[in-house]
């Protein structure tokens, strides 16, 4: 069935919404961030904007890593991963079993692959992070949700910064809030530029963010957002294990001499309409557009590749009371269509002394159609004084289409393949014995379709016995806040077991294929502490640690007569851990000692190699200056003080060729400085 009839049926249902919904009367406002309900039956985890710019202002990774549960692995400026409890380890240079968004609007595209680089981090208020299928309403993603907020528009005001560091990294960056009669206006740009420490590292991006909000008239909101993306990266790719411990700051032979390097232009377009009608109702739609155009010369091939999204997802809330006690219901759905068109041209590096690409004749060429879709319904219910409790529905569907342009190679790859939905159930329960003590409870069933490439098989045709993945999951957790002590403590414990997990193996340099690994256990345990103190009229400190105990295992896993059961999955470490103290001063200083522990990760389905347990130490100290109508903030950091050679990435199960040893590694940043000024002027 065409991609566009879906589309067009889903869109027919969303007019037919509207219509009805007339009947309604207006209502007062309602607070609509599902992290703040009074029914949360859940823990979201969430990073302000003070965290998000607690390091360099260009990484994030050493912030989101503070959450217990969250790995992201950063081998490059312009390649990372992020996993939750395991979910995504086995995605080669992407993050692709998560689903992230911005406010009301997904990020992630079609073909299931988030690029968390394409938003300036100036640009987010804050993020809050579902781990597991614990919400129907984003997807029931096995590895959960990653939801970007704005900064709250609340004064007028003008923001300049810029910040220089080691290996020639610049940043400039701008941002506004202003409000034109009833429209609020956020815009930020930003430009980094960066050399690295790495051959063919250099680095280069600029970003441009607007925000929009609109009051029409009373009852209704038009908000409006504009990402754009330029980026040009070369790519240094990953290590043997003789070059990460004696070379690190070498490239891949091949990468090097070809000057590999990844380009593309973006923008991504959304408004979404929220209306506030009579009898606890209330409906928001998001309409968006995203355009790609990407250029990346490799050593095997070069690729030009276009990439054309467009979606919409709706949602109806309603707030009403049953048995006295309160009832919020919410219904809604969510459809993306992806088209993608490709051409593989060789690649003559190896002809010319010179160090750069020659592009050579074609050698493949493909459009592709990808449709994702799903409906949610969820039932929140305070069922007694001290208990919430939510009933979850989700159903999920994915259709892709391959049109082959290139047969001189006498192949016709075209086809279709679609994977069969399911209905997905998610349970909460959240009890509050005391204002200092809550217990929560899930069970939840997640999914992961596999993207388009993992769907082809070695030949490149669609892989029919390939299957989607399901995993049941069970979390406890207990919150502790004792009122007035300044201390809070959480403790997760849970247990996800999959079905079918999907993993990458390589077939050729440049491609791998997607097969299922049989079941998989994700147990861990987390555990989060934050305490506050004020010492003195001039002293306070802010002191938050977590860890992570993971035990990810294969529990029945054979690939091509190798039993791998009981194995652990490759790329995820047995723990992790954080230490972070903010010490102030008279609200003038404040020195930011920031700690990080990795345990080992092994590095195949075998686990026939580990890489080694290390330890980072992080410094940052800021000063904050009140000058007529500015404040401004000077800061100073520096990073893995002791200049430790460590993984800050690895390529699970990866093969050597043309008897080369394997590349597993990706080296992480030796010790660097940076320095930054941020003034705000006015607000």
């Not at 969250?70 to 409890?85: E, P, S």
Request: charged fraction near 20%.
């Amino acid at each position: 069935m065409k991609l566009y009839f879906y589309a067009f049926t889903f869109l027919s249902l969303f007019l037919t919404q509207i219509i009805c919904a007339q009947d309604f009367n207006k209502l007062d406002a309602v607070n609509l961030k599902a992290d703040k309900t009074d029914l949360k039956t859940f823990r979201v985890d969430s990073l302000g904007s003070k965290s998000i710019q607690s390091n360099d202002g260009i990484i994030l990774t050493p912030v989101l890593n503070r959450i217990p549960g969250v790995v992201m692995q950063q081998g490059a400026l312009n390649t990372n991963r992020i996993t939750i409890r395991g979910i995504g380890a086995r995605s080669q240079f992407s993050t692709n079993r998560l689903k992230l968004y911005f406010g009301n609007v997904p990020l992630t595209n079609a073909n299931g692959v988030s690029v968390l680089d394409d938003v300036d981090l100036n640009a987010i208020g804050h993020i809050n992070i579902i781990k597991g299928p614990k919400s129907s309403q984003y997807g029931a993603n096995l590895g959960g949700h990653m939801i970007l907020q704005p900064n709250e528009a609340k004064d007028e005001k003008v923001m300049l910064g810029a910040s220089g560091g080691s290996f020639d990294r610049f940043q400039l960056n701008f941002g506004t809030h202003q409000k034109l009669g009833k429209t609020n206006i956020q815009a930020y740009a930003n430009h980094i530029q960066s050399n690295e420490f790495r051959d063919n590292m250099e680095y280069e991006r600029q970003n441009l963010s607007l925000f929009s909000q609109t009051a029409l008239n009373e009852g209704l909101t038009l908000k409006n957002m504009v990402l754009a993306t330029r980026l040009k990266a070369f790519i240094p790719s990953s290590l043997s294990e003789d070059d990460f411990l004696n070379n690190p700051e070498s490239a891949a032979q091949n990468w090097f001499a070809s000057a590999g390097f990844e380009s593309y232009e973006k923008i991504f377009l959304a408004s979404t309409f929220e209306y506030e009608f009579g009898n606890g109702f209330n409906w928001r739609t998001s309409l968006f557009f995203s355009h790609r155009d990407g250029f990346e010369p490799r050593p095997f091939d070069i690729l030009d590749e276009k990439e054309t999204g467009y979606g919409l997802r709706t949602q109806l809330d309603y707030k009403t009371f049953l048995n006295d006690k309160p009832l919020n219901l919410n219904t809604g759905f969510e459809v993306q269509v992806d088209d993608y068109s490709a051409s593989n041209y060789n690649n003559l590096y190896q002809n010319t002394p010179e160090r750069e690409s020659i592009q050579g004749d074609l050698v493949n060429a493909f459009e592709q159609d990808r449709l994702r879709l799903f409906a949610f319904a969820e039932a929140n219910y305070r069922m007694l004084p001290k208990v919430n409790l939510a009933l979850g529905l989700n159903l999920n569907f994915a259709e892709y289409n391959t049109t082959d342009l290139f047969t001189e190679d006498g192949l016709d790859q075209s086809g279709n393949l679609s994977y069969v939905p399911r209905l997905l159930p998610d349970l909460n329960i959240h009890y509050n014995f005391s204002e200092s003590l809550d217990v929560f409870a899930n069970y939840s069933i997640g999914i992961a379709v596999p993207g388009i490439d993992e769907s082809l098989d070695e030949d490149g045709f669609f892989n029919p016995d390939l299957n989607t993945s399901f995993g049941q999951n069970y979390e406890l957790g207990v919150i502790y806040r004792p009122a007035d002590s300044g201390l809070n403590l959480q403790f997760n414990i849970f247990q996800m077991n999959v079905e079918d997990l999907i993993v990458a193996r390589r077939v050729e340099e440049d491609r791998f294929v997607g097969i299922n690994a049989g079941a998989t256990r994700h147990l861990g345990v987390e555990v989060m502490l934050g305490y506050g103190r004020k010492i003195s009229e001039e002293f306070r400190f802010d002191l938050n640690a977590n860890l992570a105990l993971n035990q990810f295992e294969f529990t029945d896993f054979v690939d091509a007569g190798t039993d791998y059961t009981g194995n652990a999955i490759p790329a995820i470490p047995d723990y992790d851990a954080h230490f972070n103290i903010d010490l102030f001063y008279r609200d003038k200083w404040s020195l930011l000692i920031n700690t990080e522990w990795f345990g080992a990760m092994p590095l195949d389905d075998a686990n026939s190699d580990f890489t080694e347990a290390y330890e980072l130490l992080n410094l940052q100290l800021n000063h904050f200056i009140n000058v007529f109508d500015t404040n401004s903030q000077l800061t100073f950091g520096v990073n893995n003080i002791f200049d430790i050679n460590y993984p800050a990435s690895v390529l699970p199960n990866a093969v050597g060729f043309g008897g080369r040893p394997a590349r597993f590694y990706y080296p992480g940043m030796p010790r660097q400085f940076y320095f930054r000024v941020l003034m705000n002027v006015g607000g």
